[in-house]
Protein backbone atom coordinates (compact mmCIF):
# COMPACT_ATOMS: atom_id res chain seq x y z
CA UNK A 1 0.00 0.00 0.00
CA UNK A 2 1.39 3.38 -1.13
CA UNK A 3 1.28 7.21 0.99
CA UNK A 4 -1.68 8.17 -2.20
CA UNK A 5 -3.72 4.53 -1.26
CA UNK A 6 -3.31 5.71 2.51
CA UNK A 7 -4.67 8.94 2.59
CA UNK A 8 -7.62 8.07 0.40
CA UNK A 9 -8.40 5.23 3.38
CA UNK A 10 -8.01 7.91 5.92
CA UNK A 11 -10.05 10.06 3.71
CA UNK A 12 -12.81 7.80 3.56
CA UNK A 13 -12.96 6.90 6.92
CA UNK A 14 -11.19 3.13 6.47
CA UNK A 15 -8.48 2.29 8.74
CA UNK A 16 -4.93 1.71 7.63
CA UNK A 17 -3.78 -0.74 10.16
CA UNK A 18 -6.77 -3.05 10.15
CA UNK A 19 -8.82 -1.97 7.24
CA UNK A 20 -12.67 -3.57 6.93
CA UNK A 21 -13.59 -3.35 3.48
CA UNK A 22 -10.42 -2.48 1.30
CA UNK A 23 -7.99 -5.15 2.30
CA UNK A 24 -4.43 -4.92 1.71
CA UNK A 25 -4.72 -7.58 -0.86
CA UNK A 26 -4.32 -7.20 -4.79
CA UNK A 27 -8.07 -7.64 -5.25
CA UNK A 28 -9.28 -5.82 -2.23
CA UNK A 29 -7.06 -2.59 -3.29
CA UNK A 30 -8.38 -2.25 -7.10
CA UNK A 31 -11.21 0.00 -6.35
CA UNK A 32 -8.84 2.60 -4.81
CA UNK A 33 -6.07 1.87 -6.88
CA UNK A 34 -8.80 2.55 -10.17
CA UNK A 35 -9.76 5.44 -9.01
CA UNK A 36 -6.35 6.90 -8.04
CA UNK A 37 -5.50 5.99 -11.70
CA UNK A 38 -8.33 7.42 -13.06
CA UNK A 39 -7.70 10.87 -11.47
CA UNK A 40 -4.22 11.12 -12.44
CA UNK A 41 -5.29 10.77 -16.27
CA UNK A 42 -7.58 13.43 -15.65
CA UNK A 43 -5.12 15.81 -14.00
CA UNK A 44 -2.61 15.08 -17.16
CA UNK A 45 -4.91 15.04 -19.70
CA UNK A 46 -6.27 18.67 -18.26
CA UNK A 47 -3.36 20.15 -17.55
CA UNK A 48 -1.84 18.90 -20.68
CA UNK A 49 1.60 17.81 -18.56
CA UNK A 50 2.00 14.70 -20.47
CA UNK A 51 3.32 15.80 -23.87
CA UNK A 52 4.51 14.28 -27.01
CA UNK A 53 7.03 14.87 -30.23
CA UNK A 54 5.49 13.58 -33.80
CA UNK A 55 6.98 13.98 -36.79
CA UNK A 56 5.29 14.15 -39.95
CA UNK A 57 7.02 14.44 -43.37
CA UNK A 58 6.29 17.56 -45.22
CA UNK A 59 7.35 16.45 -48.35
CA UNK A 60 4.74 16.04 -51.69
CA UNK A 61 3.38 12.79 -52.07
CA UNK A 62 4.96 11.37 -49.62
CA UNK A 63 3.56 8.51 -47.60
CA UNK A 64 4.40 7.27 -43.92
CA UNK A 65 6.73 4.04 -44.72
CA UNK A 66 6.33 2.72 -41.11
CA UNK A 67 4.26 3.93 -38.18
CA UNK A 68 5.78 3.11 -34.87
CA UNK A 69 2.79 3.06 -32.35
CA UNK A 70 4.18 3.75 -28.63
CA UNK A 71 1.30 2.43 -26.54
CA UNK A 72 2.28 4.83 -23.49
CA UNK A 73 0.71 4.43 -19.69
CA UNK A 74 0.06 7.37 -17.10
CA UNK A 75 1.07 7.37 -13.50
Given at each position: ?N ?17 D ?23 V ?9 Y ?5 A ?15
Amino acid sequence: MNLLEKQVLEMIGESVDSPDVFLDTDAGMAPIRDSLNDAIQEIVMLTGSHKRQYFIPLRANQGFYRIVLNNGHFG
